[in-house]
């Protein structure tokens, strides 16, 4: 347990639907990213919260794609009309300080048919 | 544009070797951070280095930074077959806080 929990582990949907992945990290993170993950790559960034505040969003990040973090707490990543170039595992990481390290939790996978 | 390569991407080795991953970045940084992925996991985090000069161990595992050359490596002292897995560095650039990733370094350690 990484103290990051993201739900759900695994979803298959299919090409054109919506989807919407949940983040709930611990308290402590008052920062929260979003990194997308696909075979045999590293993580691509895809957006920053400070808190509630949606701070930096990656050009990745197309007008499909939004993001929530309300009162600071859990997050939402919502996928519309989702394409199959969405499959990728989707990580939550969340974080205290600039100082310490960022604690990923164990992702959704999408796969997109 | 800001780059972090990392070599090799692939090693296969046999148990009780020794070998070291490097991890070249193109921006500057006092931020270098590496993790270790088992397949269809997550990220596991195992070292933060925050400063030039910084070194920091865990059993087999030795990571260091040298900020001036931009280059951080990943040393494996007596690998194990348990350390099989495949190995990011990222760097955090000094103007944000977004992190850029190497493509990994998948290592097989043969018993």
């Known amino acids: 347990d990484t103290g990051v929990s993201q739900d759900p582990r695994h979803k298959i949907t299919k090409r054109g639907q919506n989807v919407t992945f949940r983040c709930d990290p611990i308290?402590?993170?008052?920062?929260l990213y979003w990194y997308r993950q696909t075979l045999g790559q590293g993580p691509e960034f895809l957006t920053y919260f400070q808190n509630e505040a949606q701070l930096e969003k990656s050009r990745l990040l197309s007008d499909r794609f939004s993001a929530e973090r309300p009162k600071g707490s859990f997050s939402t990543l919502e996928i519309q009309r989702t394409e199959q170039g969405d499959s990728a595992m989707y990580l939550c990481?969340?974080?205290?300080?600039?100082?310490?390290?960022?604690?990923f939790g164990s992702g959704t996978r999408l796969t997109v048919v | 544009e800001l780059k972090v390569e990392q070599n090799p991407l692939f090693l296969s080795m046999q148990e009780g070797k020794n070998y070291t991953i490097y991890c070249n970045y193109s921006?500057?940084?006092?931020?270098l951070y590496w993790y270790r992925q088992d397949p269809g996991k997550s990220l596991e985090s195992l070292f933060v280095?925050?400063?030039n000069g910084a070194v920091k161990q865990e059993g087999r595992l030795m990571a260091s930074l040298d900020t001036k050359a931009r280059l951080s490596t990943l040393h494996i002292t007596a690998a194990v077959h348990d350390l099989s897995a495949t190995y990011f560095c990222a760097v955090e650039p000094d103007s944000n806080y977004q992190l850029i990733w190497g493509a990994g370094t998948k290592l097989i350690i043969k018993p």
């Open positions: 280095l925050l400063s």
């Open positions: 921006t500057t940084s006092d931020r």
């Open positions: 990481a969340g974080r205290t300080e600039p100082n310490y390290g960022y604690t």
């Open positions: 308290s402590e993170h008052n920062r």
